[in-house]
């Protein structure tokens, strides 16, 4: 499937009309949904309906948007008018459908991007792996019998498998870049709070990220420019306005202080893992190593604080309707509501000590690379893997990398290691809190450079 800037392409210059572009989508999703389950839902008229009107603004000499025709799905905790958001749930499923879309979803619109349907997920995004008891598996695209990750998991399975170009997820402890890792595609985190998450199922408040997953840094770079801007129906988002990303991909790394994480990021995986993030920092010619303060520290007080919290949101479920919660995810949320408040208030000190460190690092450093996941997709339904010497939860444990990222709210892109087989995995590209900038124009020379790359499927 082409990605994103080529369909608007051919869309705005008439040489394919919205209507057929959505269409094809359509029997794609209608032909190989089954194999993989990404799609929860599918919004097949609507689709239909938007893509006419698109092709009648072109038709009248009118401007159908920077991303006119563009097929999209979202994660199934957006709002999507009509639809129950029902977040991987089937307590939520009972709930009235939406009355309007999130806020993501009317600026994609917006843009004149098309919305195609909804997406799986772990249930209320508390998990790695999409393998949900009510809706069923997401298979990875790259070998049907592994997890896709999670909790976006259908998000990037969708892209992965060119059912989609483009997807909207949401991370809270790397619930974008771990599935985009596995699936081999990019999946991006902005700074916390950079983009509205009005009209969605939250998680855990203080740690909640919404952002884009595509094929390539340019259309991640033109779907994040088209998600900026404030929204006072979401008291997190920054009132910073617009900062196109777009504009600036082409202009290398000249100038940028980039270095490769070390310590805590060089243990805890598989040695294929470190062997190819080093092969990838050597290529773009990254030879100084830092580290980061107190990771480890930093991820247990992520779980702490998330846990927590999203028992919180569940609390009066989780005494009336426990049985109704998916066995993957009661026990996590039960387990929250366990955690002393002395323990949360701990947690949330550290964070700011945290939070001040690596702003300190971030002045002697531009961008840090770092590994995405400790190993590669692994089978569904296998519960524990052996790493070190130990064995660990196979699920619980592919946040190791991502959660001491996302407790500072810094932005990331997962960005799929080129070459890498026979399963994808990626890289994390990181930079300092408002400089999204940063870690795209890395990004974009990276792939430019044949560093990263969406994973193809096998043929």
């Given at each position: 499937?082409?990605?994103?800037?080529?369909?608007?392409?051919?869309?705005?210059?008439?040489?394919?009309?919205?209507?057929?572009?959505?269409?094809?989508?359509?029997?794609?999703?209608?032909a190989?949904?089954?194999?993989?389950?990404?799609?929860?839902?599918?919004?097949?008229?609507?689709?239909?309906?938007?893509?006419?009107a698109?092709?009648?603004?072109?038709?009248?000499?009118?401007?159908?948007?920077?991303?006119?025709?563009?097929?999209?799905?979202?994660?199934?905790?957006?709002?999507?008018?009509?639809?129950?958001?029902?977040?991987?749930?089937?307590?939520?499923?009972?709930?009235?459908?939406?009355?309007?879309?999130?806020?993501?979803?009317?600026?994609?619109?917006?843009?004149?991007?098309?919305?195609?349907?909804?997406?799986?997920?772990?249930?209320?995004?508390f998990?790695?792996?999409?393998?949900?008891?009510?809706?069923?598996?997401?298979?990875?695209?790259?070998?049907?019998?592994?997890?896709?990750?999670?909790?976006?998991?259908?998000?990037?399975?969708?892209?992965?498998?060119?059912?989609?170009?483009?997807?909207?997820?949401?991370?809270?402890?790397?619930?974008?870049?771990?599935?985009?890792a596995?699936?081999?595609?990019?999946?991006?985190?902005?700074?916390?709070?950079?983009?509205?998450?009005?009209?969605?199922?939250?998680?855990?408040?203080?740690?909640?990220?919404?952002?884009?997953?595509?094929?390539?840094?340019?259309?991640?770079?033109?779907?994040?420019?088209?998600?900026?801007?404030?929204?006072?129906?979401?008291?997190?988002?920054?009132?910073?306005?617009?900062?196109?990303?777009?504009?600036?991909?082409?202009?290398?790394?000249?100038?940028?202080?980039?270095?490769?994480?070390?310590?805590?990021?060089?243990?805890?995986?598989?040695?294929?893992?470190?062997?190819?993030?080093?092969?990838?920092?050597?290529?773009?010619?990254?030879?100084?190593?830092v580290?980061?303060?107190?990771?480890?520290?930093?991820?247990?007080?992520?779980?702490?604080?998330?846990?927590?919290?999203?028992?919180?949101?569940?609390?009066?479920?989780?005494?009336?309707?426990?049985?109704?919660?998916?066995?993957?995810?009661?026990?996590?949320?039960?387990?929250?509501?366990?955690?002393p408040?002395?323990?949360?208030?701990?947690?949330?000190?550290?964070?700011?000590?945290?939070?001040?460190?690596?702003?300190?690092?971030?002045?002697?450093?531009?961008?840090?690379?770092?590994?995405?996941?400790?190993?590669?997709?692994?089978?569904?339904?296998q519960?524990?893997?052996?790493?070190?010497?130990?064995?660990l939860?196979?699920?619980?444990?592919?946040?190791?990398?991502?959660?001491?990222?996302?407790?500072?709210?810094?932005?990331?892109?997962?960005?799929?290691?080129?070459g890498?087989?026979?399963?994808?995995?990626?890289?994390?590209?990181?930079?300092?809190?408002?400089?999204?900038?940063?870690?795209?124009?890395?990004?974009?020379?990276?792939?430019?450079?044949?560093?990263?790359?969406?994973?193809?499927?096998?043929?």
């Amino acid at each position: 499937m082409p990605g994103a800037l080529a369909i608007a392409a051919e869309v705005r210059a008439g040489r394919q009309s919205a209507l057929e572009t959505v269409r094809e989508t359509l029997e794609r999703i209608d032909a190989h949904n089954e194999a993989i389950n990404a799609f929860t839902a599918v919004t097949a008229e609507r689709a239909i309906a938007a893509a006419k009107a698109i092709d009648a603004v072109r038709a009248g000499g009118g401007d159908p948007g920077s991303l006119a025709g563009v097929p999209f799905a979202v994660k199934n905790l957006f709002d999507v008018r009509g639809i129950t958001t029902i977040a991987g749930s089937r307590i939520d499923a009972t709930n009235a459908p939406a009355v309007r879309d999130a806020t993501l979803v009317a600026r994609l619109e917006s843009a004149g991007a098309i919305l195609v349907g909804a997406l799986n997920m772990d249930e209320y995004a508390f998990g790695f792996s999409t393998q949900n008891t009510h809706y069923g598996a997401t298979r990875n695209p790259h070998d049907v019998a592994r997890i896709a990750g999670g909790s976006s998991g259908g998000s990037a399975a969708g892209v992965a498998a060119g059912l989609v170009p483009i997807s909207l997820g949401s991370d809270t402890n790397g619930s974008i870049r771990v599935p985009a890792a596995l699936c081999g595609v990019f999946g991006f985190k902005p700074t916390y709070g950079r983009l509205s998450r009005s009209g969605t199922r939250l998680f855990a408040p203080s740690f909640d990220h919404v952002g884009p997953l595509a094929r390539s840094v340019a259309d991640i770079a033109a779907v994040y420019d088209a998600l900026q801007g404030p929204d006072a129906t979401d008291p997190v988002c920054t009132e910073r306005p617009v900062e196109r990303v777009t504009p600036l991909l082409e202009q290398g790394l000249s100038g940028l202080r980039v270095a490769i994480a070390d310590g805590y990021f060089t243990a805890g995986g598989h040695p294929e893992v470190f062997a190819a993030t080093e092969q990838a920092a050597v290529a773009l010619g990254v030879n100084r190593r830092v580290a980061l303060p107190e990771p480890g520290l930093a991820r247990a007080a992520a779980m702490i604080i998330t846990a927590s919290e999203g028992a919180e949101l569940h609390l009066a479920d989780l005494k009336t309707r426990s049985a109704d919660f998916d066995p993957m995810t009661r026990p996590l949320f039960l387990s929250g509501t366990l955690v002393p408040a002395v323990w949360y208030a701990r947690a949330q000190r550290f964070r700011s000590w945290y939070c001040n460190e690596l702003a300190a690092l971030f002045k002697e450093v531009d961008v840090i690379v770092a590994p995405a996941t400790p190993y590669a997709a692994f089978p569904l339904g296998q519960r524990m893997m052996e790493v070190d010497g130990r064995e660990l939860p196979a699920a619980g444990h592919l946040g190791v990398f991502t959660q001491p990222l996302s407790f500072a709210g810094l932005p990331v892109l997962a960005a799929p290691i080129a070459g890498v087989r026979p399963l994808p995995l990626a890289l994390q590209i990181i930079a300092a809190p408002w400089r999204e900038d940063l870690v795209l124009r890395v990004a974009a020379a990276a792939e430019a450079a044949g560093v990263v790359a969406a994973t193809p499927l096998a043929t």
